[in-house]
């Protein structure tokens, strides 16, 4: 493309050049052997060729304007129109989609192997909370029982509203109580009890450590939350005793024996 331009420029250039020459040499002719002054003639010619020229040039890109903006416009609409005519005709291509889905999702859900599903879901999630609301029924009546001799009734209440918020995860709602002066709580008793709600419970060690360390400052305040979690379950001798769920079952073995003795 480049060649091809630099020729036409030289075609043009050797025109022009041999124009002007033929152009001198005419006029030369003329003025020396007939008086003829040339340029009075031609003046008029050249600037109305040119003028000539100039219209053109200037009426060619007015009107290739004009008809590259209407092709363009005409061209726009072609393509929308165009672009709506799928959506005009295939309204039952559309329509026939989600049907499609539809009656795939109501294949799975007639399915005999997940007709049940939602339900048995429902089913294990209640059995779940179930067996949880007696665990905290069981832990809260061991509460009682063992805690009563060391707490007033009040300091008694605060824990079972810490026992709550121990099974539920609201640890920022623990309260601390403090034990009776006269007969206050010793250190291995209350590390067998944070040992035995927090088994039943299934929390952590250390969550154990932090909640009796949290509920009883004034018992615990020369043990860290690392030794407490170390030795929950010892063998030192406590009126509070370790007491291991057997086989998963969440009753106390002290509960057990306080009601055989009973009947």
Request: charge should be negative; aromatic fraction near 8%.
């Amino acid at each position: 493309m480049a060649d091809n331009n630099r020729i036409s420029i030289k075609k043009t250039s050797r025109v022009l050049a041999i124009t002007c020459v033929a152009y001198t040499t005419v006029a030369t002719i003329l003025y020396n052997n007939h008086q003829i002054d040339l340029i009075d003639y031609s003046t008029p010619v050249i600037l109305g060729t040119v003028a000539t020229i100039m219209s053109c040039a200037a009426l060619q890109r007015l009107f290739c304007s004009l008809l590259s903006k209407s092709y363009l416009s005409f061209g726009c609409k072609e393509l929308s129109s165009r672009g709506t005519v799928p959506s005009e005709t295939n309204p039952d291509t559309q329509e026939e989609l989600p049907q499609t889905d539809n009656a795939t999702s109501e294949k799975q859900v007639e399915s005999p192997y997940l007709k049940e599903y939602e339900a048995r879901i429902e089913e294990l999630r209640r059995n779940e909370m179930e067996k949880k609301t007696a665990i905290v029924h069981a832990i809260h009546e061991y509460t009682t029982h063992e805690m009563s001799q060391f707490l007033s009734i009040d300091d008694l209440e605060i824990l079972h509203e810490n026992i709550e918020s121990l099974a539920y995860g609201q640890t920022e709602l623990y309260k601390p109580v403090r034990s009776k002066p006269d007969n206050q709580i010793k250190s291995p008793s209350l590390r067998h009890y944070a040992w035995n709600i927090g088994e039943r419970l299934d929390i952590p060690l250390i969550d154990r450590a932090k909640f009796i360390k949290t509920i009883f400052p004034h018992e615990l305040e020369n043990a860290t939350i690392e030794y407490l979690c170390k030795n929950l379950r010892d063998s030192v001798p406590a009126i509070i005793a370790i007491d291991v769920p057997e086989n998963g079952d969440y009753h106390f073995s002290c509960m057990q024996t306080s009601a055989d003795s009973n009947n």
